[in-house]
């Protein structure tokens, strides 16, 4: 028989997971410490990864020790803050109306979270072959860094999970490729000088909007020469400057400027290469530059690097996902997630989970119940599948 409503015992932990504030500024302790309690109540152990400052951890957790391996339920922790949105309801109250979840990180994605959390005792008394593992992770919002963590410290305990799903908000449409997102700042160092006397100063807004030119000259290439990924809203790479700032007055020379630029690069291409080649297009003017001051010229810094991410209709993950969702079809998303960061783990993966991203970063968030429904089937189908594919 069909549910008509998820089960009160994971509504109700999603609406707590919901009431705890973890924009990625803050600590993610409170919800890690509820989650790692609510486990223990199962005798369950969670493995906790800490940042360098331990006000923020992964939490890992294995059901069905013991068994040969298993798949991950990955999600992470972390969501964007709400600052000048307006909300018509608490993003922290976990209200339930018309059908819906509202809150802060409904769809992005604790409703995922809960929704496995809830099921941890359905999986330890399940028969499937294989554990099931739950990976909830901090810090993805900003660049996928907690993950990074985690899944060192999986390779450091000799952990090798068979496939992972990550429970981002796909409407439970199993994806299996998005772009990366690679970000990084450029700092320029000029000499500054009286406006009367240029000659005798590196202008840094003109050297910066020179680079700024080369990132725009790669972005027409990409949309000129690029082959085309089908499926993606924009079938090939982009690059874009985000931010740029630099100058003090119109008489002086500036010494500094700074621009912010990203690339989203296809499955098929390689951003690391695209970056390198805005450092050597940088390089190639430090000479001009440096002959009137000899202290000028440009830092980069990376800001974050999110991997693309390529998985197949034709992996067991993937089928497995087909299955469970009652899908027949994949889908490619537009988001960046930490897929990537499985994948190239070694792990096989896939991007399924409840909600849309229509509703994510967005005032008034939710993830409707007929989703969070749609992933306890989901679940249930885990705990009852005796294969992997
Ligand atoms: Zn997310």
């Known amino acids: 028989m069909a549910a008509s409503a998820p089960s009160p015992r994971a509504l109700e932990l999603a609406r707590t997971l919901v009431g705890f504030n973890t924009v990625s500024a803050h600590s993610n302790l409170a919800l890690i410490h509820c989650i790692r309690d609510e486990l223990a109540r199962l005798g369950v152990k969670s493995r906790l990864s800490y940042n360098a400052d331990r006000t923020k951890a992964n ?187 630099g100058g003090i007055a119109d008489n002086v020379v500036p010494r500094d400027a700074e621009f912010r630029y990203e690339f989203r690069d296809l499955p098929t291409a390689d951003a690391r290469a695209m970056q390198q080649q805005v450092v050597e297009y940088a390089q190639s003017l430090e000479p001009a530059m440096q002959r009137v001051a000899p202290e000028t010229g440009f830092r980069f810094e990376t800001i974050c690097e999110i991997p693309s991410f390529l998985g197949s209709a034709d992996d067991d993950v993937t089928r497995l996902a087909l299955r469970l969702a009652g899908e027949q079809r994949t889908t490619l998303v537009a988001f960046g997630t930490e897929a990537g960061l499985f994948k190239n783990a070694g792990i096989p993966t896939v991007v399924c989970g409840p909600g849309s991203i229509e509703q994510a970063h967005q005032p008034d968030e939710y993830v409707s119940l007929e989703q969070l429904m749609r992933c306890e089937a989901f679940m249930h189908g885990l705990a009852r599948s005796n294969s992997l594919a």
């Open 59 to 245: 939490l890992f957790a294995t059901l069905g020790e013991g068994k040969p391996a298993g798949v991950i339920l990955s999600g992470h922790t972390d969501t964007v803050p709400w600052d000048g949105q307006a909300w018509s309801v608490d993003p922290l109250g976990g209200v339930v109306r018309d059908g819906r979840l509202y809150g802060r990180g409904a769809a992005d994605m604790k409703g995922f979270i809960a929704t496995a959390v809830a099921h941890a005792k359905l999986f330890l008394e399940s028969d499937a072959p294989f554990a099931v593992h739950f990976a909830f992770s901090y810090d993805e919002e900003i660049g996928c860094f907690g993950v990074r963590e985690l899944i060192a410290d999986l390779r450091d305990a000799g952990i090798r999970p068979l496939a992972c799903i990550v429970g981002e908000p796909t409407s439970m449409v199993p994806a299996i490729a998005h772009k990366g997102v690679y970000r990084y700042r450029c700092c320029v160092r000029g000499k500054e000088a009286h406006s009367s006397l240029t000659p005798r100063s590196v202008n840094a807004i003109e050297m910066a909007a020179r680079v700024v030119g080369r990132v725009r000259d790669m972005a027409e290439r990409f949309e000129r020469e690029e082959p085309r990924y089908e499926g993606f809203d924009v079938p090939f790479s982009t690059a874009s400057v985000g931010q740029f700032h």
